[in-house]
């Protein structure tokens, strides 16, 4: 799987949004991008993925440039409790795929009042 | 919302016992996956299961194993628990298909061995 590349920690003002980055240089084709959020003392939590075009879901948006090699988590109006860990990975779909999350160290955000 | 419970959250055992980690989804997901958390080294899958009765290494198997008799339950063994296996304990369940990696975590089990 593709490795990914993610600054260590980012501050946030709450009520801005976070725009969280991360590359992925040497993605596949058909890797996906996934992104998963770690809040202290709880387990991961899904946030959203795409394959090439820009998605949003209730939680976040992601923006994946044109050449796939880096992407955008954008949470628009942060809030204390989006303060967690954020994980950027690239995986194949699904099991008969290949398909397998690894996680990184990921970015802590600190959503600041 | 799916739920995924596991059986304990703080656990102290001692070095050679064998440790039962408990995990129940309740929506009826075909896979289940364990993984383990350390500092610095990120989430490592141990064992996943695709269906009941059927079972994958993961990265770090040595030392674990894991039962699935029915679809909602996945238990995670360590037949002599070692103070290497000193870690928290996390549960995942995906749906098949394309959405293998949406993957919902419960809360985590912190193991301690003595």
């Known amino acids: 799987d593709a490795k990914t590349t993610q600054p260590p920690s980012m501050d946030c003002a709450e009520g801005r949004a976070a725009n969280l980055p991360c590359n992925h240089s040497?993605?596949?084709?058909?890797?996906?991008v996934y992104w998963y959020r770690q809040i202290h003392s709880q387990g991961p939590q899904y946030i959203i993925h795409g394959l090439k075009n820009n998605e949003t879901n209730e939680m976040a948006s992601l923006i994946i440039t044109e050449d796939r090699k880096s992407s955008t988590l954008i949470l628009p109006h942060a809030t204390l409790r989006d303060t967690a860990v954020y994980y950027c990975i690239v995986s194949l779909l699904g099991y008969n795929q290949g398909g397998k999350l690894i996680f990184g160290q990921g970015t802590e955000l600190s959503v600041k009042p | 919302d799916v739920k995924v419970t596991q059986s304990s959250r703080y656990l102290v055992k001692r070095t050679g016992e064998k440790v039962f980690l408990e995990c129940v989804q309740d929506m009826d997901h075909e896979n289940m996956f364990w993984y383990r958390q350390d500092p610095g080294l990120g989430l490592r899958l141990i064992y996943f299961?695709?269906?009941?009765?059927?079972?994958e290494k993961g990265d770090i198997p040595e030392g674990y194993s894991v039962s699935r008799e029915k679809k909602e339950r996945f238990s995670l063994i360590l037949e002599s628990a070692s103070t290497n296996q000193t870690s928290m304990y996390l549960c995942?369940?995906?749906?098949?298909?394309?959405?293998?990696?949406?993957?919902?975590f419960g809360p985590g089990t912190r193991l301690t061995v003595l």
């Open positions: 995942a369940s995906s749906p098949g298909g394309s959405s293998y990696n949406e993957q919902f």
């Open positions: 040497t993605i596949s084709g058909n890797e996906y």
């Open positions: 299961s695709y269906d009941v009765k059927m079972k």
